[in-house]
C-alpha cells in the first residue's frame, strides 16, 4: 500500500497558487516546497542533521550520479538511500534522464580515471625510470575526446559514464528498477529531454518516446507491486508489500513509492498542450515538468507553465523540474507549482554569492545577492543578511565570512550554503503563509520593492 497523498489545503484567488500537503512514508510536506538538490547523495557541505533543522522535507537525489558512484547495490547493501544517507525525511529520485541527456553536449571523459589512463600511465612508466613517474602524469583534470557519449533508440539510450568510460544502458524499466532499489519516497519516469534550442521536429521525436517511454515506465512501476498481496507482519504492525519474487525491483524494497510522469515538448506550444494531456490522463501519482532550465529564457519557461498547468487534473501534486532562481519562485508559484528543485542557491553560495533581504548599500544586487568574496566586506562586522535568523548570521559576521573565502576555508561553504537554504526556504514559507492569508500578490510586489 503506498502511503503516497495529496491534498490541497488553500488556493489563491486572483492566481493559480496554491498551498497544499503531500504524504509520503517519510512525513508531511507542504507545498509549494523548494526541494533542495544532493547531487552525490548530499547536499555540498551540510550534514542530514542542519538539512533538518533548516527545514528540509523533500531532498532530490540525482540517480545517474549515484547509479554510477557508489553504484546501487552498495546503497542496496546499506538498506536504501535513506538509511545509506541517514536522511528519514522524504526523498525524490529522478529517472537518470536529463543526465544522460546533457551527456549529448560534451565530447570528453575524465580520462585519470579510465582504464585508457592506467594503460597510458603503464607506457608513461615504461619510458620514463620509476622516480620520474609520479600521478602528476595522469592527473584528475585530464580529459580526453572520446567522441559521441550518447545513442538514443526508441527502445532506451546507451551512454558512457563521464567518470571512466565504460558503457550503460538505460531504459525506462531499468531506471525504474534501478529508482526502486535506491528506495526514494518519490521517483519519476523515464523521459527525453531535448535539448535547447531544438527544432520542432526533434521535440515532436522525443516527445513521442517521452510518451511510449512513460506507458512503459508505468506499467513496469504497477507490475513491481502487487497490492492484493500485501500482508501483515509478525514482526511488525506496518503493512509490507509481499513482492512478486521475479520483480527485478522488487529487492530491499518496503515502501511503494509515487511515480511522477514527466511533460515535455520543448518550447513548441501544441507540444506542450498534446504532452500535457496525454501524459496527465495516465495514472501517475504526480506531475512532473520536464525539458525546462536547459537554456530558453524565463519568459519562455513561464510560457511552458502557462501552456500546461492548466490542462493538468487539480488532485495531482506538478513537480517543476530544475527550477527555482530567487525571482522564479514567485512565477512559478502563482502558476501553480507545488514542489520544484534548483541547485542554484547551494552553488551561488559556494560562489561567495549570499542572498540578502534588500538592496544593499543602493548598489544593484546580482541574482538577490551580495558577492561576500569583495574587498568592501573586509571590515563589514554585520550579519550577511539583517534580520535572518540562520545560524550563519546569528554567530558570524559579513568580515569572517569573506575572509574563510579569501583563505578558501572549508567551513566557508557551510556557512554560506547554510545561509542562502535558509533564505530561500523562509521565503516559500513566508509564500505559503502569504497564500493563505489571500495577500501572496501583495507579498510578491513587497518583495521585489526592496531591490530596486
Ligand atoms: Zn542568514
Excluded at 500537503?21 to 551540510?46: C, M, N, R
Excluded at 567518470?163 to 531504459?171: E, I, K, L, N, P
Excluded at 512503459?216 to 507491486?225: A, E, K, M, P, T
Excluded at 511533460?263 to 504526480?286: C, N, W
Aim: charged share 20%; glycine share 6%; net charge positive.
Amino acid at each position: 500500500m503506498s502511503e503516497f497523498g495529496f491534498k490541497i489545503l488553500h488556493t489563491d484567488k486572483k492566481t493559480r497558487a496554491r498551498v497544499g500537503e503531500i504524504t509520503t512514508a517519510h512525513g508531511k510536506i507542504e507545498t509549494p516546497a523548494f526541494v533542495p538538490v544532493g547531487t552525490q547523495a548530499t547536499v555540498k557541505s551540510l550534514t542530514p542533521d542542519e538539512l533538518k533543522n533548516l527545514g528540509v522535507k523533500l531532498f532530490f537525489v540525482n540517480t545517474y550520479h549515484v547509479y554510477l558512484r557508489p553504484g546501487v547495490e552498495v546503497i542496496q547493501n546499506a538498506g536504501g538511500l535513506h538509511a545509506f544517507m541517514n536522511w528519514h525525511q522524504s526523498l525524490i529520485t529522478d529517472s537518470g534522464g536529463f543526465q544522460v541527456f546533457s551527456l549529448k553536449n560534451k565530447k570528453y571523459i575524465n580520462f585519470a580515471f579510465s582504464e585508457t589512463a592506467v594503460l597510458h600511465q603503464e607506457k608513461v612508466s615504461k619510458r620514463l625510470s620509476q622516480k620520474q613517474v609520479t600521478n602528476e602524469h595522469v592527473y584528475a583534470g585530464d580529459y580526453r575526446p572520446v567522441g559521441e557519449l550518447v545513442k538514443i533508440d526508441d527502445e532506451g539510450v546507451t551512454f558512457t559514464s563521464h567518470w571512466d568510460g565504460s558503457t550503460h544502458r538505460f531504459t525506462p524499466e531499468k531506471s525504474i528498477a534501478i529508482q526502486h532499489q535506491l528506495g526514494a519516497d518519490l521517483i519519476i519516469a523515464f523521459d527525453e529531454c531535448a535539448p535547447y534550442p531544438t527544432t520542432y521536429e526533434y521535440a515532436k521525436s522525443a516527445m513521442v518516446r517521452t510518451h511510449n517511454w512513460a506507458k512503459r515506465s508505468l506499467v513496469f512501476h504497477q507490475r513491481s507491486y502487487t497490492s492484493s498481496t500485501q500482508v501483515k507482519t509478525n514482526q511488525s504492525s506496518h503493512y509490507r508489500i509481499n513482492f512478486k519474487k521475479s520483480s527485478p525491483s522488487s529487492l530491499n524494497k518496503k515502501i511503494r513509492p509515487a511515480l511522477y510522469g514527466v511533460i515535455q515538448g520543448s518550447i513548441f506550444e501544441d507540444l506542450r498542450k498534446k504532452s500535457a494531456k496525454v501524459i496527465g490522463q495516465m495514472d501517475f501519482a504526480g506531475l512532473a515538468i520536464g525539458g525546462v532550465s536547459v537554456g530558453e529564457n524565463k519568459i519562455q519557461m513561464c510560457q511552458v507553465c502557462d501552456w500546461v498547468i492548466p490542462l493538468l487534473p487539480q488532485n495531482k501534486p506538478r513537480h517543476l523540474l530544475g527550477v527555482g532562481e530567487i525571482d522564479d519562485i514567485f512565477d512559478i508559484v502563482e502558476r501553480g507549482v507545488d514542489t520544484f528543485d534548483c541547485v542554484q542557491p547551494t552553488r551561488l553560495a559556494r560562489m561567495g554569492h549570499l542572498f540578502t533581504n534588500h538592496n544593499f548599500q543602493n548598489a544593484r544586487t546580482q541574482n538577490f545577492s551580495i558577492d561576500i568574496t569583495k574587498k568592501i566586506y573586509s571590515k563589514d562586522f554585520r550579519p550577511i543578511s539583517q534580520g535572518c535568523v540562520c545560524d550563519t548570521c546569528q554567530n558570524f559576521t559579513r568580515a569572517f565570512v569573506h575572509h574563510l573565502f579569501r583563505v578558501r576555508e572549508l567551513l566557508a561553504y557551510r556557512l554560506a550554503t547554510i545561509h542562502n537554504l535558509h533564505f530561500v526556504l523562509t521565503l516559500v514559507s513566508n509564500i505559503r503563509q502569504h497564500i493563505k492569508a489571500g495577500t501572496f500578490s501583495k507579498y510578491k510586489k513587497e518583495f521585489f520593492l526592496k531591490y530596486k
